[in-house]
Each structure stands twice: as structure tokens, then as C-alpha cells.
């Protein structure tokens, strides 16, 4: 099955530490997405890469980082920098040529 | 900067009775739009979208959407909504092509459906 895997669906942190979420597409597209979202405010992008080794800060980049080293995978590191990290995030791939773009089902994180 | 707005938080609808959310948008050009529904702690579908030609394109689960150029909106409809229909959707703009595109999301709307 093609699609967009984020894991975990729920994840739990101290105060303080980093933490790492992922994200694994097997659509071969090219331009991945991270969105954070939070009730009452929509969608709003943290980061965004169009090819491997190449990323943008979207909207709320600040306490964020990624890498892409590989175009299956975009992998959102939430730092401690992050002041109010606890959020729904979400993941999504654009096809080639349009806008299009596809999401995972999301991870919850919490800190505690 | 483009813009998307969807003015209604929350609506109640009957089973059975139509539906029409509303979404504006702001963009200097023609613009990409699209509907998506999101399902309590899910990701977000994909149920249509307009790229250009027939101003009333057709989506999934039964829905539609209208794109009106002098009024800057792209309302989305359905005749008869179903109990599984209640979600959130969303509406974004996008600029159009490839390249460093994103998607700008409205904030958007709680369906509710009644018995």
C-alpha cells in the first residue's frame, strides 16, 4: 500500500528533552511537509523540503530542526527550545506537479 | 500573502438536510483550492480540489465544490448529509505549480449532525 506513516501515534516527554518524530512515504514524491496543529488555529507549517538535502523554515520554524537525507523520510526533531511543544503534528508529501498534497495520521505529542 | 478564511467555527445540520460550508480566499493570481475532512485524531483526506476548467468539480463521498471567481470562495456542499459526514474540514489555497509551493489552511469548520 502506498502511503504516509508517522510514528508513534502518541508520544510522551519530560520537560526539557529533545524528541524526534517520523515521517516515511513510499510515494516517491518529492516535497514533504511538517504541520503543526492545535485546536481553533488550523494547519500551520513548521518546515517544508522539496529534494533530499534541501529544507525551508515555514510559519513557526523556531524550536524546530529536520534533515532529509533520504526522499522516503523527513524526520521532525522538537527541541527544548520548543516553549509550548505539546501538539498534534502532522505529515504529508506533495505530488509532483500540483499541489496536491497527502497527509500521515499524525502524531500526538505531550510534555509533561 | 494568500489567505484563506472559513467564518463558520461550528454548524449543526439534520441528517438527511443539506450542507454548504463557506470558504474565502485571498490570492493575486488563479489560485489552487482544495477541501480536506479530518476525523478526531486523524490526518487529513483529501475530498477534492480545483485546479482549473469546470468552475464545479466533484470529490469523494458524495461531495462538491463551487469555485467563484468574483466572490473569491470555493463553498463546498452536499444534498443529504450522513451521521459518518460529522468532522472537521478544511479548506486551502495554494499558489499554483511546482516548485517551492505550500498550502495556506483556514482554520477550519466543526460538522455537527443531528439524529
Not at chain 1, 504516509?4 to 501515534?9: D, E
Not at chain 1, 516553549?83 to 505531550?110: H, I, M, V, W
Not at chain 2, 463551487?66 to 450522513?82: A, C, D, G, I
Request: charge should be neutral.
Amino acid at each position: 500500500d502506498g502511503g504516509i506513516t508517522q510514528s508513534p501515534k502518541y508520544l510522551f516527554r519530560k520537560e526539557g528533552q529533545n524528541v524526534t518524530l517520523s515521517c516515511e512515504q513510499n510515494l516517491n514524491h518529492d516535497a514533504m511537509y511538517w504541520y503543526r496543529q492545535d485546536p481553533g488555529q488550523g494547519l500551520r507549517l513548521i518546515y517544508y523540503s522539496q529534494i533530499v538535502n534541501d529544507f525551508q523554515k515555514g510559519d513557526i520554524a523556531e524550536g524546530y530542526s529536520v534533515s532529509r537525507e533520504k526522499k522516503e523520510s523527513f524526520p521532525l526533531t522538537v527541541t527544548s527550545a520548543q516553549k509550548n511543544p505539546t501538539a498534534f503534528y502532522l505529515c504529508a508529501s506533495k505530488e509532483k506537479g500540483t499541489d496536491t498534497q497527502y497527509f500521515g495520521p499524525g502524531t500526538r505529542l505531550t510534555v509533561l | 500573502a494568500q489567505s484563506v478564511t472559513q467564518p463558520d467555527i461550528h454548524i449543526t445540520v439534520s441528517e438527511g438536510a443539506s450542507l454548504e460550508l463557506r470558504c474565502n480566499y485571498s490570492y493575486g493570481a488563479t489560485p489552487y483550492l482544495f477541501w480536506y475532512v479530518q476525523s478526531p485524531g486523524q490526518g487529513l483526506q483529501l475530498l477534492l480540489k480545483y485546479f482549473s476548467g469546470d468552475t464545479l468539480v466533484q470529490g469523494i463521498k458524495g461531495f462538491e465544490a463551487e469555485f467563484k471567481r468574483s466572490q473569491s470562495s470555493f463553498n463546498l456542499r452536499k444534498p443529504s448529509v450522513h451521521w459518518s459526514d460529522a468532522a472537521e474540514y478544511f479548506c486551502a489555497v495554494g499558489r499554483g505549480g511546482s516548485g517551492y509551493s505550500t498550502l495556506t489552511f483556514g482554520k477550519g469548520t466543526m460538522l455537527l449532525v443531528s439524529p
